[in-house]
């Protein structure tokens, strides 16, 4: 077995996954091979990317931690390192005393909601989530094409990051949520969406989800609501590729995913409307 801070994966049961689905289609019906990996190599990329900038611009003091991450308010950290909702502007002003402001979602930093999913702060959780990604993608990406494993990612992040602000309190939520993990749960629901769809029995993965599951909702430190999101989001995006298989059905492929992330985005508008 192979830790990850999403749970663990389990590199048997993805040899078994792949002897046990037919020769690879994507869903438009062509067949593919397992070569080239260019957009799991990609997103790899961009995650060390941002994880070294994080810490060749003072890590756990990089300005990156301050707006990067995903919060649901804003708040100012005063020179004792208490946490204090303050205008932006009282913040500024005593910013020569040491404080500092952290942008939230409610404050207009919309683009939390996904860049939180390539943000990740220590050497380990970047490690294991980068691993899982890449187990993941290896399998995944030649099966539906580089672009659809693209989208699987980022509606997956995305909708790991809504249930973030939908259930965090508010009035407690000044620590910021980081990784890939909501957007990697995703791919294991697109997971279980292609096993389900190609009649294929689900008792490989069932190790893998239950072992994910219980590191969710029992380990420390875990943000559940972006596990959860992720993984709920992902069976949605794999659900509406695979309801519209054709070449000649990609347009309504685009338009429910299209519509899909709507929903996503007014969810965030609604929530941010209720504060």
Known sequence: MTPASVGFQCPECMREGQKSVRQPKRFTGAR????????????????????????????????????????????CLGPDDRPVVVPREA?????????????????GAVWQLLTSVFT????????????????????????????????????????????????????????????????????????????VRAGQSL???????????????????????GHVGGFVGGLVVAGIFTQFRADRKAPLQWAALGGFTLVLLAAVGVRMALF
Request: aromatic fraction near 12%; charged fraction near 10%; charge should be neutral.
């Open 32 to 75: 593919v091979g397992f070569r080239a990996l260019p957009v799991t190599f990609s997103l790899i990329g961009v995650n060390v990317l941002v994880w070294l900038s994080i810490i060749l611009t003072g890590w756990h003091s990089s300005v990156l931690t301050q707006v990067l991450p995903i919060r649901f308010r804003q708040f």
């Open 120 to 195: 990740h702060i220590d050497l380990l959780h970047i490690a294991v989530n980068m691993l899982s990604l890449y187990m993941l993608g290896s399998f995944l990406e030649p099966i539906v094409g580089r672009l659809r494993f693209l989208v699987f990612y980022l509606i997956s992040g995305l909708a790991g990051s809504v249930l973030v602000l939908w259930a965090t309190d508010p009035n407690a939520a000044t620590v910021g949520t980081v990784g890939a993990s909501g957007a990697i749960f995703g791919l294991l629901g697109v997971l279980v969406v292609l096993f």
């Open 91 to 107: 913040c500024a002003q005593a910013a020569e005393f040491g404080s500092r402001w952290y942008p939230g979602v409610d404050d």
């Open 203 to 225: 008792a490989p993965l069932l190790p893998v989800l239950l072992i994910n599951a219980g590191i969710t909702f029992f380990g420390n430190g875990i943000s559940w609501q």
